[in-house]
């Protein structure tokens, strides 16, 4: 079972990375680009099989290691 | 319209910030964790409302700014 974790900052926080890249972008001269939000994609690959269990393993990862979740938000899909 | 940009390493490409996240989560004791890659993730605003243009703006940006094509895959989601 692979889990996809999308962590993202939460909509308060200041994201210097997405600002950076919304200038490089305007000076490339792409000028409709309003906002850029940088995040980070991660997938993990389990041996887990049961469905609740990956999900809560995951769940589990994301609090203590993967995500800050004073600043970050993260979403977990799991697909087989 | 907001565009989604998922990139990933392509998939001979070793990545070691994956292995590096694998290895801390064995020492955390998650033994059911095969193998972990990290991309990154975008979220870009655009003021364009035309789905084609959007969709053709996003690959150019990728291709030039956002995604370095000789070792990352991208794919873009477009979304209202």
Chains 1, 2 share one sequence.
Do not use: W
Not at 49 to 66: I, R, W
């Amino acid at each position: 079972m692979k889990a996809r974790i999308h962590i993202t900052l939460k909509s308060g926080v200041l994201d210097p990375q997405g600002r950076a890249i919304a200038n490089a972008l305007h000076a490339l001269g792409f000028d409709s680009v309003d906002d850029v939000r940088q995040g980070k994609y991660i997938e993990v690959d389990l041996k887990e099989s049961d469905k609740a269990k990956a999900k809560a393993a995951v769940d589990q990862m994301c609090g203590k290691l993967l995500a800050n979740t004073v600043i970050e938000n993260y979403t977990i899909d799991l697909v087989d």
